[in-house]
């Protein structure tokens, strides 16, 4: 008895899950006579909130984002490429409207997969590498920290997110 309604429950789950995705932005991130390379997430911004316990006891101090949840930008990526391709991201220093930088991009890292902190630089930066086409959307798992030294001011800071693609032949 228990077997079906679980199975109910696997099924609803499931398309929560693609009404969620279908909501998600998407972009081609290359067409080119190699082939192409989409990707989608739900959003293009991170958010950070430091305002409760802020400041830190000590510097450097790091945050998880606030926006999305736990700081994860989920990114669905679907190529038709046959040779090696890359996912690029880019993060570039945060500045207030008048220009003035208020936290440069080294301080912004991603984590990809669960692996290792990258660094922003801002400028594009290979984050992911596959071979061969995707036969549906490939799931990658975004991570986003701030590292704070303690010049910055607490408050909100968002963080705009570009992705582009390589294709090798």
């Known amino acids: ?33 190699l082939g192409k390379i989409e990707a989608r997430t739900p959003s293009n911004s991170v958010l950070f ?14 945050y998880i984002a606030t926006t ?3 700081g994860v930008l989920p990114l669905q ?12 991201l880019e993060i570039a220093d945060l500045r ?3 220009g003035r930088l208020l936290v440069p991009a080294r301080q912004i890292m991603v984590r990809v997969n669960n ?3 990258l660094r922003g630089n801002g400028a594009a930066q290979i984050i992911y590498t596959d071979r061969g086409a995707t036969r549906t959307w490939k799931d990658i798992k975004l991570e986003f920290a701030i590292e704070l030294l303690g010049n910055e001011i607490a408050g909100e800071y968002a963080v705009q997110t570009y992705f582009s693609a ?3 032949p």
């Open 1 to 33: 008895m228990k077997k079906p309604s679980l199975i109910l429950l696997l099924i609803g789950a499931l398309l929560c899950t693609v009404q969620a995705q279908s909501t998600w932005s998407t972009q081609v991130l290359l067409q080119s006579a």
């Open 49 to 62: 909130t430091f305002e409760k316990n802020y400041p830190p006891a000590q510097f450097p101090a790091t």
């Open 68 to 70: 999305p949840i736990n």
């Open 77 to 88: 990526v679907q190529s038709t490429v046959s040779g090696t391709w890359n996912v690029l």
């Open 96 to 98: 207030d409207g008048n």
């Open 115 to 117: 692996g290792l902190w």
């Open 166 to 168: 390589l294709a090798l």
